[in-house]
T-cell receptor, first 111, second 111 residues
Framework: QKEVEQDPGPLSVPEGAIVSLNCTYSNSAFQYFMWYRQYSRKGPELLMYTYSSGNKEDGRFTAQVDKSSKYISLFIRDSQPSDSATYLCAMPRESYQKVTFGIGTKLQVIP | GAGVSQSPSNKVTEKGKDVELRCDPISGHTALYWYRQSLGQGLEFLIYFQGNSAPDKSGLPSDRFSAERTGGSVSTLTIQRTQQEDSAVYLC?????????FGQGTRLTVV
């Protein structure tokens, strides 16, 4: 079993839809949770970072962590075609430890 | 520099040749990663350097792959006797407190 599981998609939604992207993890030592966005032919860029259970909001993006279920989510409200990208979850065990990435979910927002 | 810098951005090489890929991490970042991303695939972990600790080489696919990090800063990934299946984008990332920052990658094509 991989430490971090993520559905690769692709996920296709109409513009304006609410998007839900998810990851599960098996190692309860993971304490920090991140979401990266990768546009085609670019390197991944950090989108959101959280280290606690609950929700963290940033504009149209909300990161949700449920440590009891070992489940994290990224919600995108009012999705735009510019949100079309691959979204990767990532988590280190401790702040100085190796980051483990999910495989990434490819999202396409149709105008 | 302001971000992670990788060179070259593109490399075309003949099968059987050796190649060297360079990564300049963000100044002060103690951790450095190499990943490989084949067309349409997720991130494949290759190697991880953290400070002066022995590197985690568990992701290197064969003994043709090696990497070093000199002076805790610049890193070089070397692929010997390249094969066509080595064609991919090679991404470097550095981090200090768990948040990894990526370069734009080196697109390697083996012909």
């Amino acid at each position: 079993q991989k430490e971090v599981e993520q559905d690769p998609g692709p996920l296709s939604v109409p513009e304006g839809a609410i998007v839900s992207l998810n990851c599960t993890y098996s190692n309860s030592a993971f304490q920090y949770f991140m979401w990266y966005r990768q546009y085609s032919r670019k390197g991944p860029e950090l989108l959101m970072y959280t280290y606690s259970s609950g929700n963290k909001e940033d504009g149209r993006f909300t990161a949700q962590v449920d440590k009891s279920s070992k489940y994290i989510s990224l919600f995108i409200r009012d999705s735009q075609p510019s949100d079309s990208a691959t979204y990767l979850c990532a988590m280190p065990r401790e702040s100085y430890q190796k980051v483990t990435f999910g495989i990434g979910t490819k999202l396409q927002v149709i105008p | 520099g302001a971000g992670v810098s990788q060179s070259p951005s593109n490399k075309v090489t003949e099968k059987g040749k050796d190649v060297e890929l360079r990564c300049d991490p963000i100044s002060g970042h103690t951790a450095l990663y190499w990943y490989r991303q084949s067309l349409g695939q997720g991130l494949e972990f290759l190697i991880y350097f953290q400070g002066n600790s022995a590197p985690d080489k568990s992701g290197l696919p064969s003994d043709r792959f090696s990497a070093e990090r000199t002076g805790g800063s610049v890193s070089t990934l070397t692929i010997q006797r390249t094969q066509q299946e080595d064609s991919a984008v090679y991404l470097c990332a550095s981090s200090l407190l768990g948040q990894a920052f990526f370069g734009q990658g080196t697109r390697l094509t083996v012909v």
